[in-house]
């Protein structure tokens, strides 16, 4: 039995699909660019709500390996932007005792963000507020693929037997090992899917769908989110109290 299950208390982690950039701009006449600007602002707002909720974990969804097929100026606006949050804002998160993790794939990014990456991570690793986890180049079948690659491997190699291979074994290897599963996942925008966003992670995570467009999104998106998932009633395949 699941000790968690029964009715939802704040979440220890909250996932976001940063969705609607694009939209939000178009719908006022401007580049998307603009939209992607406003996106990096919203961010900052929910990053400071998460701390000062309590939320011990935040991820989100920078960057997908899928998002390598936009056009190429928007790609490259992309990775300045997280050059620029990276060198702008990691120094203020460090103040406020926030780690930061980032995860997906790091073969194949460009020399400077692969450095920028481990030095971020590296310097605020002791740190025991937030944890921000940053998924960039990330694409959640690669992760589990990958991960299947490994143990293969391992069992090539005579390292560990077949029958070890449990969810808790393969869940080790994934780009999250060590980070709990996200209690709560939200997409802004109105859209309604995952996206290869954390698909093993999400077995049992609440999914809230808000119709903002992500540079709107602030500290009450993001209370009126939690409040929905405070009604919901948590069973991880088990039976409560009342239906039991
Ligand atoms: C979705 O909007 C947003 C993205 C693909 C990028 C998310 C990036 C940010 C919010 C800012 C960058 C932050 C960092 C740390 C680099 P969309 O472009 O898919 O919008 P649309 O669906 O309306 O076209």
Redesign the pocket.
Known sequence: MNNHAGSAAMPRHVAII???????A?ARGLP?SA??RK??E??RRAVRAAGEMGIKYLT?????SE?WSRPPAEVSF?LD??RH?VRQDVAELHRENVRIRIIGERSGLAPDIVTLIAETEERTRANTGLTLV?A?NYGSRQEIAKAARDLALAVKEGRIAPETITPELLGSHLATEGIPDPDLLIRT?G?QRLSNYLLWQCAYTEFVFVDE??PDFNRETMQRAIAEYLTRERRFGGLTAQSA
Not at 18 to 24: L, P, Q, S
Not at 60 to 64: D, H, K, L, M
């Open positions: 940063m969705d609607g950039n694009g939209r939000w178009h998307r939209g992607h996106g990096v919203a961010l989100i969804f920078s960057f997908s998002n992309l932007l997280m949050f940053v960039f925008s859209e467009y992500w």
